[in-house]
Nanobody, 124 residues
Framework: QVQLVESGGGLVQAGGSLRLSCAAS????????MGWFRQAPGKERNFVAA????????HYADSVKGRFTISRDNAKNSVFLQMNSLKSEDTAVYYC?????????????????WGQGTQVTVSS
């Protein structure tokens, strides 16, 4: 069992930056691939970024490439999402998720555990 708690969301102006954090419980964090997803009001939850167990492989949605960076610190059981050059369309609830098994970054159904989410609002 893995429990995930996101933090770092908030209100920011367009062009600004935020850094999201996700803290995981348990001593097996390094055995999970980690991902970030987001869900805007009235829309589906969509993939944002993912990172492999050891941190050597990352994957991003086209809409955030070059602006967002995912990283992890296995010693601190944490994964991060640095978000720069934020746009109004980035407004959403952001969720982190943990995936055991083969690294399949985009598929929501392949993630085993989810956090409760943190709200990011970008004002234009």
């Amino acid at each position: 069992q893995v429990q995930l708690v996101e933090s770092g969301g908030g209100l920011v102006q367009a062009g600004g930056s935020l850094r999201l954090s996700c803290a995981a419980s348990g001593r097996t964090f390094s055995s999970y691939n980690m991902g970030w997803f987001r869900q805007a009001p009235g829309k589906e939850r969509n993939f944002v970024a993912a990172i492999s167990r050891g941190g050597g492989v990352t994957h991003y949605a086209d809409s955030v490439k070059g602006r967002f960076t995912i990283s992890r610190d296995n010693a601190k059981n944490s994964v991060f999402l640095q978000m720069n050059s934020l746009k109004s369309e980035d407004t959403a609830v952001y969720y982190c998720a943990a995936q055991g098994g083969t690294f399949q970054p985009i598929l929501k159904r392949m993630y085993d555990y989810w956090g409760q989410g943190t709200q990011v609002t970008v004002s234009s």
